[in-house]
């Protein structure tokens, strides 16, 4: 039973290329979480979603951030046109319903943005 | 909506020395208290996290964190730690559909 699995594990990219990160929740997960977290700055909410829903981005930047989780696949969260600003761990985080069951963490993308 | 906040960014402690990391949240509902861990280049784990019932919660590793609904408290502790102890601890509150977390405890354990 595999746990959340995120790749790639790093990704480099140049600025203004486009950063597709993916996530696998656990089996029988249906509600996915994606998080930044950088150096000193603890973990940022970005998006709620589950399957072909989004049920709150309200941490998402409005520009270039886009997220879905789509019905088949993996959850997968977009960046257009990378800055160096964008260069962070991006966790994703999946739980079988809402509240008291926790979350369970994929190990992150580490994006670095040259 | 709900916000914590860990008053320790970081805390340097002696090996077998007692450790206490400090979690306040606030919300105006009922809400689920959680500790994560999370070592260097890896994801966060879940640590312990209350729900309901008896208000002392622990962990298989020897932590332990009480929570405290007057003070609006969830302060993490463990009465000896070691060196493998060496983390980041992240505490966090939910209301339901979403968790926010705090800034992180960087706790390094010397020998």
């Known amino acids: 039973n595999a746990g959340v699995m995120q790749n790639p594990r790093h990704l480099v990219r140049r600025r203004g290329q486009e950063a597709r990160l993916r996530c696998s929740p656990m089996?029988?997960?249906?509600?996915v979480y994606w998080y930044r977290q950088l150096p000193e700055e603890g973990l940022k909410f970005m998006v709620y979603?589950?399957?072909?829903?989004?049920?709150?981005e309200s941490g998402m930047p409005k520009e270039r951030f886009s997220a879905e989780f789509p019905k088949e696949g993996p959850s997968i969260l977009r960046i257009q046109q990378v800055v160096r600003g964008d260069s962070a761990a991006y966790f994703c985080a999946s739980s079988p319903s809402s509240g008291g069951y926790g979350y369970t963490f994929g190990s992150g993308t580490r994006l670095t943005v040259v | 909506a709900q916000s914590v906040t860990q008053l320790d960014s970081q805390v340097p402690v002696f090996e077998e020395a007692p450790v206490e990391l400090r979690c306040n949240y606030s919300?105006?509902?009922?809400?689920?208290l959680f500790w994560y861990v999370q070592y260097p280049n890896q994801g966060l784990q879940l640590l312990l996290k209350y729900l309901s019932g008896s208000t002392l919660v622990e962990s298989i590793n020897g932590f332990e964190a009480e929570f405290n609904k007057s003070q609006t408290s969830f302060h993490l502790r463990k009465p000896s730690v070691h060196i493998s102890d060496t983390a980041e601890y992240f505490c966090a509150v939910s209301e339901g559909d979403d968790m926010r977390f705090g800034a992180g405890t960087r706790l390094t354990v010397k020998p």
């Open positions: 979603l589950q399957k072909e829903n989004i049920i709150d």
């Open positions: 919300s105006s509902v009922s809400v689920y």
């Open positions: 089996k029988g997960h249906s509600h």
